[in-house]
């Protein structure tokens, strides 16, 4: 009895060995068939965004406002591998930065791969963006939009993949975002009937014109001896967060605004031909407690100069601020004349 | 009868599993799969890569300052660091202060001890959270046998104060290295056996304390790993002069006989560290860059 188990252990046993030889049916005919797919992905993406003349626009939201997003305008040189960025937070500094289009994990990727503004939003956070990596997944490439997806989402434990950002090609009436610095108080004549004058600021709110209004307000100059201890409030800078860079020194003028039961004067950065409400760490008036009162009051942390008219003594200055589409959503104009 | 279907069961199992090598094609002889940088055409090379060229032709180090996922992983936050820091860091800390010192002083410690990858980043290293303002470790690359990196990049500046502040503690984070490749050994560990500080205790050591206590620096105390790591930085920091006074002043024979052993496993690999601070003093100090 025990040896006929045990020969028929053995025989099961042996069965069971040979059974488990067998090959599965997984294939890799799909990948045998389409060998270049990746790569013909990435050129497509490659050839998509050489092809945008004044480059992609990205919208990131931030965390100070739901409605109005921050645009980012990004070239692509793809015979250097040059980057160039330009967004309202600060003026781009004049150094060199590059990207890669690579196929080296599998998928499609557009990496920003040295220090940029791109990778210091990602350092800075969620105040200033919704970045979370300064590499990203090419999730889409059509005609006109380039889908980018950031690589990572946040902190070690969080899911891979973060929020996907559809590019459109810039419009061309974004002069604000070409080389010519308009709207610029160092330049000279520029503050000539606008700094120190009270002026007025009519604000219109696209979506919800119950909000619009005007207030009183006005540009004055920022001395020289201020400046120091404004620019290191600048959460950008290397010597207050040494993982970012990118922008070039900041420069600031005051603007006044209502503030609780008074008229205060905050300090915007203006870069870019923008005034960039963004709070700062530390520094002046532009700091956390008054730039947060600013961006929740009024519902916009940003605005994009389009245009300067002077007529006389008159000047008439077209602000904008855009949401998640590149839509005007806010507008501004100011007036010198009371 | 038993005898033959073993025999051929022997031969069938060793046949019959034999699969196809290469599921997904041919390996292509001339992509470098083991490369953790994406080839870039010569083409596209900017000042840098011209450089880093060199640099790998003259002394086998693969310098990256380009990130992509090949290079960081996922659970790991660094910054790349800033185009226009990395240009002079690279010509001026890892050329000339680093390698070629190291290659015309040292060559036996040089060619048997130099990591064949080097990662420049911008920011230090940020644990959990890239955005996490705490920075902790200066290079945090270093537990990798073939690999070591330095965070501040971004900071670079010639400065002499900057420029000895960080060979130093590139021989530091190097002193990890070689403390993973070969092992600090048995008895370095058991010299202060329970007399390490920890973590919440080496903050609030004086030098002088953690010196009396066997300890080159407070941090040294902190655990085994930086007990070595310290004792090389301090040898490359201060003159012979100046350790021989430590041992001294504070009489710790702890203290001393992880000198000796420490000065010894160098001497053993090609370079007296006391020399070794003779030359990275005279290449910050006396040349001007």
């Known amino acids: 009895m025990r040896k006929i188990l045990y020969h028929l252990f053995f025989f099961v046993g042996s069965i069971v060995l040979l059974a488990s030889c067998e090959k599965d049916n997984i294939t890799n005919a799909y990948f045998e068939d389409n060998t270049e797919r990746q790569e013909k992905v990435a050129k497509e993406a490659k050839e998509m965004l050489a092809s945008a003349e004044n480059g992609w626009v990205m919208m990131v939201k931030t965390g100070l406002n739901s409605d109005v997003y921050t645009p980012i305008v990004l070239k692509f040189d793809t ?260 | 009868m038993k005898k033959i279907i073993y025999i051929f069961l022997s031969v069938l199992l060793l046949t019959a599993c034999e699969k196809e090598n290469y599921p997904l094609g041919e390996v292509d002889e001339n992509v470098d799969y083991f490369s953790k940088r994406t080839v870039k055409p010569q083409s596209e090379w900017n000042e840098l890569d011209y450089l880093c060229d060199s640099i790998q032709k003259a002394f086998g180090v693969e310098i990256i300052y380009e990130y992509t996922p090949r290079i960081i992983a996922g659970t790991t936050f660094f910054m790349p660091p800033q185009y226009d820091k990395a240009l002079p860091y690279t010509k001026v800390m890892l050329n000339k202060i680093w390698l070629k010192p ?58 002499k104060n900057w420029l000895y502040g960080h060979i130093v503690t590139l021989y530091h984070e190097h002193a990890h290295q070689i403390d993973h490749k070969y092992g600090r050994g048995f008895v370095f560990d058991r010299i202060s056996q329970g007399k390490y500080y920890g973590l919440a205790g080496y903050s609030s050591r004086t030098e002088a304390q953690a010196q009396r206590d066997g300890f080159w620096r407070a941090y040294g105390g902190y655990a085994p790993e930086e007990d070595f790591a310290t004792g090389v930085e301090h040898m490359v920091r201060y003159p012979e002069a100046t350790i021989k006074q430590i041992l001294a002043t504070s009489a710790s024979l702890d203290l001393a006989d992880k000198y000796k052993m420490v000065h010894q496993m160098y001497l053993d690999m090609g370079v007296d560290l006391h020399q070794l601070h003779n030359v990275v003093d005279s290449v910050v100090y006396q040349v001007n860059y």
Request: with cysteine; aromatic share 16%; charged share 15%.
């Open chain 2, 102 to 159: 190291l290659k015309e002083e040292f060559p036996e410690f040089f060619a048997g001890e130099t990591p064949i990858e080097f990662i420049l980043a911008g920011g230090f290293i940020h644990f959990n959270n890239p955005t996490a303002t705490a920075t902790a470790a200066g290079a945090g690359l270093n537990g990798q046998f073939y690999r070591l990196g330095m965070g501040g990049v971004n900071n670079f500046s010639t400065s």
């Open chain 1, 79 to 338: 015979v250097t591998n040059r980057l160039y960025v330009k967004t309202v937070y600060g003026e781009t500094a004049d150094t060199e930065s590059y990207f890669r289009i690579t196929t080296g994990t599998g998928a499609p990727q557009l990496i920003f791969t040295t220090g940029s503004i791109m990778s210091s939003l990602y350092r800075v956070g969620a105040q200033a963006s919704d970045i979370t990596d300064h590499i990203y997944n090419i999730v889409g490439v059509s005609s006109d939009t380039v889908a980018i997806q950031c690589y990572r989402s946040g902190n070690v434990y969080a899911k891979e993949g973060g929020v996907i950002y559809k590019m459109f090609k810039r419009p061309v009436d974004w002069k604000w975002a070409d080389g010519e610095n308009y709207f610029d108080f160092n330049a000279s004549g520029f503050g000539t009937n606008v700094l120190g004058t009270a002026s007025r600021v009519q604000l219109e709110y696209v979506n919800s014109p119950e909000k619009n209004r005007t207030i009183a307000s006005g540009f004055s100059a920022v001395a020289a001896a201020n400046l120091s201890t404004m620019r290191n409030g600048f959460a950008f800078q290397i010597s207050r967060n040494i993982g970012t860079g990118g922008f070039a020194p900041t420069n600031y003028v005051f603007f006044r605004f209502p503030y609780l039961t008074t008229n205060y004067d905050g300090a915007p950065i203006f870069a870019n031909n923008a005034l960039s409400f963004l709070p700062q760490p530390a520094g002046y008036t532009n700091n956390v407690t008054y730039m947060t009162y600013f961006i929740n009051t009024f519902n916009f942390h940003y605005l994009v100069c389009k245009s300067v008219v002077r007529t006389g003594n008159n000047v008439k200055m077209e602000f904008e601020a855009y949401d998640k589409a590149g839509k005007v959503i806010v507008k501004a104009t100011y007036d010198n004349l009371l």
